[in-house]
């Protein structure tokens, strides 16, 4: 059984920074493309990033320049590090891997951008 675990959320106000961290049981995810995705009330979920299994990145045009998707092969996860958060980056945040036994999602985290 395969299973995504989204950590790393929480609270920050404008302008700070959040890492959330993408971890996967059951599988590698180092073999696999993952992606990123955010929901925001009320609104459709939305792909911000992308990371293929040589490194490969693509980004949103809104979070180019602020986010940043990494691999962590020694711990097997897949990283998405936030800079000069917005309050309209609030949103549930999703990873999410294809792989050959399925398409795979985490539970999500939530981030805040609030003072």
């Known amino acids: 059984q395969v299973r995504l675990v989204e950590s790393g959320g929480g609270l920050v106000q404008p302008g700070g920074s959040l890492r959330l961290s993408c971890a996967a049981s059951?599988?590698?995810?180092?073999?696999?493309?993952t992606f990123w995705y955010r929901q925001a009330p009320g609104k459709p979920r939305e792909l911000l990033a992308t990371i293929t299994p040589g490194g490969s990145t693509t980004y949103k045009s809104s979070v180019k320049g602020r986010f940043i998707i990494s691999r962590d092969n020694l711990n097997d996860t897949v990283d998405l590090q936030m800079n000069n958060l917005k309050p309209e980056d609030t949103a549930v945040y999703y990873c999410n891997t294809p792989m050959a036994t399925g398409d795979y999602w985490g539970q999500g985290t939530q981030v805040t951008v609030s003072s």
């Open positions: 059951g599988s590698r995810l180092s073999i696999y493309t």
